[in-house]
């Protein structure tokens, strides 16, 4: 009897670790400083959404959307992967997005998993009737009180055309003094990023390194191998700096260990 009693303590322990590991949704904050900061964005607040992959969060989001509505954003950037190729749910996703575009205007990049499922263009259609702006290897402005910043939005490799062609096609070159803001899936692309000038770049795609060992960090993530550079958190080279966001969802290995789900805020601030 103590035998089994025991079992069940740990299967029940076991249970209830992963589900808060895979549940329990936490707003990390970013302070950006930049003199390329307009003085009418003085305090303007970026949340980012990334790797949703079909994940739901309560009855009919409702976790989601009331943690983004929280973050009292201006801005909603949605970083690729709102779907799983291996279980494609898009209304599971635009349950979400739908509540999103009341909060705040919403920019959309789609991620490998996208591509991966052979309806790119079921995706965008989606998208924009939902209200959703979407940046298929473009370039757009956020406007206001007669200020702007440059938002850039590229498309996942997997689509066949290579980061550097999508980001020229973009017109990604820097821009006088205004300030450049990409949205790309991946983050093992940092390098690139760097070389055509952005100031800041948000990507997800790195699913935090799935599981997050102690003082060490990502254990493994797609396009980076085991231990990579890129998992979670800002990086900075140069002139830019890049938020990766460790996402919200799974996709090919179902539980994330010691590494909760994410929302990403970014506050920007003039110098």
Do not use: C
Not at 141 to 147: F, H, K, L
């Amino acid at each position: 009897m103590k035998k089994l009693l025991t079992l069940v303590i740990l299967v029940v322990g076991a249970y209830l670790f992963l589900y808060i590991n895979n549940h329990w949704i936490v707003t990390t904050e970013h302070v950006y400083e930049s003199e390329k900061v307009p003085e009418s964005f003085e305090g303007f607040r970026i949340t980012q959404i990334s790797d949703l992959h079909d994940a739901l969060f309560g009855d009919n989001q409702e976790q989601l959307i009331e943690k983004v509505r929280n973050t009292y954003p201006d801005v909603i950037f949605i970083t690729g992967d709102v779907i799983d190729s291996n279980r494609f749910n898009l209304e599971q996703s635009l349950t979400a997005i739908r509540e999103f575009v009341k909060i705040a205007d919403v920019y959309y990049v789609l991620g490998n998993h996208e591509v991966a499922s052979n309806q790119i263009d079921e995706i965008y259609d989606a998208m924009k009737q939902t209200g959703v702006t979407i940046l298929p290897n473009v370039r757009t402005t956020i406007n206001r009180n007669g200020e702007s910043i440059d938002l850039i939005g590229i498309e996942d490799p997997l689509n066949g055309h290579e980061t550097q062609w999508m980001l020229d096609v973009a017109g990604s070159k820097p821009n006088g003094d205004s300030l450049q803001i990409l949205l790309a899936h991946r983050p093992e692309y940092f390098d690139t990023y760097v070389q055509n000038g952005m100031d800041m770049v948000f990507s997800g795609h790195a699913h935090g390194g799935q599981v997050r060992i102690p003082f060490v960090g990502g254990l493994v993530a797609p396009g980076q191998g085991f231990l990579p550079t890129y998992t979670a958190g800002s990086y900075k080279e140069n002139a830019t700096t890049m938020f990766v966001s460790r996402g919200l969802g799974n996709s090919t290995v179902p539980f994330r260990i010691l590494n909760l789900p994410e929302i990403v805020v970014v506050e920007l601030r003039a110098k």
